[in-house]
């Protein structure tokens, strides 16, 4: 079963920087291969929808982001250490979220809707003070 876990959140404050980091493990026996597939980035706020932040396609060529995080987050990832990053810098308190790694179920699939994605971490806390 592919596991997704998240860290690196924490409390900030306004304007500082954070770097999240996303672990995928637990497909050694599955078909799914960390070079094969896109990666993106959700939050979900309290009272809100769960929301598209980022995305990486599976060689790390094509990225897009939401525009209330664009020219401030970047997303990249490492193939060979399983894992997928999103560097948050100038952070505002509405960026105050629960941060999701999240990958679809087919491979060499771009996509930004939500629904398309089938593997999910549990989520890291960011909390952005003012």
């Known amino acids: 079963q592919v596991r997704l876990v998240e860290s690196g959140g924490g409390l900030v404050q306004a304007g500082d920087s954070l770097r999240l980091s996303c672990a995928v493990s637990?497909?050694?026996?599955?078909?799914?291969?960390?070079?094969?597939?896109?990666m993106g980035w959700f939050r979900q706020a309290p009272g809100k929808e769960r929301e598209f932040v980022a995305i990486?396609?599976?060689?790390?060529?094509?990225?897009n982001y939401a525009d209330s995080v664009k020219g401030r987050f970047t997303i990249s990832r490492d193939n060979a250490k399983d894992t997928v990053y999103l560097q948050m810098n100038s952070l505002k308190p509405e960026d105050t979220a629960v941060y999701y790694c999240?990958?679809?179920?087919?491979?060499?699939?771009?996509?930004?809707?939500?629904?398309?994605?089938?593997?999910w971490g549990r989520g890291t806390q960011v909390t952005v003070s003012s």
């Open positions: 999240a990958a679809p179920d087919k491979s060499y699939y771009y996509t930004l809707e939500r629904s398309d994605y089938a593997y």
């Open positions: 637990g497909h050694t026996f599955s078909s799914y291969t960390m070079g094969s597939y896109t």
């Open positions: 990486i396609s599976w060689d790390g060529r094509t990225t």
